[in-house]
């Protein structure tokens, strides 16, 4: 059973699923553009740490 579509709750079409319409496709694509939508990663910490190159030039 379907849902809808996620941004407007409209029934899907095969089209363009998960969504309605190129018109709701698109703006779902645009919040990523522009950074509303976010995939969760590592804390600032972890980030921290890993900024570090992998290896020196001396382990060449």
């Given at each position: 059973?379907?849902?809808?579509?996620?941004i407007c709750s409209k029934p899907t079409?095969?089209?363009f699923k998960p969504f309605c319409s190129k018109?709701?496709?698109d703006v779902d694509l645009q919040?990523?553009?522009v950074g509303s939508y976010a995939v969760p990663g590592a804390g600032r910490e972890d980030e921290?740490?890993?900024a570090s190159a992998p290896?020196?030039?001396d382990e060449e």
């Open positions: 059973m379907s849902k809808g579509c996620p079409n095969p089209a018109r709701c496709a919040r990523w553009l921290e740490e890993g290896f020196s030039r």
